[in-house]
């Protein structure tokens, strides 16, 4: 009896998407930024490309500023 080839799955673009939808720009400080709700954490990327990215100010930006994060 033959066994059933198993389907190969591209996971490496899974990653790429997540990136797309969570990665957005700061115009403030020139950054890239991306918010981890699961461990709250922040990180900024300072050489990462800004193309296609959303614009939205960063959470230490906004404390700058005096505005209150959500």
């Given at each position: 009896?033959?066994?059933?080839?198993?389907?190969?799955?591209?996971?490496k673009?899974?990653?790429?998407?997540?990136?797309?939808?969570?990665?957005?720009?700061?115009?403030n400080?020139?950054?890239?930024?991306?918010?981890?709700?699961?461990?709250?954490?922040?990180?900024h990327?300072?050489?990462?490309?800004?193309?296609?990215?959303?614009?939205?100010?960063?959470?230490?930006?906004?404390?700058?500023?005096?505005?209150?994060?959500?």
């Open positions: 009896m033959k066994r059933v080839p198993r389907i190969k799955r591209n996971r673009s899974y990653d790429g998407k997540r990136a797309d939808n969570n990665i957005k720009y700061c115009e400080c020139n950054k890239c930024w991306e918010y981890n709700g699961n461990i709250k954490s922040l990180a990327y300072e050489d990462f490309p800004t193309y296609k990215r959303k614009r939205e100010t960063c959470i230490i930006c906004l404390k700058r500023q005096g505005a209150h994060a959500r």
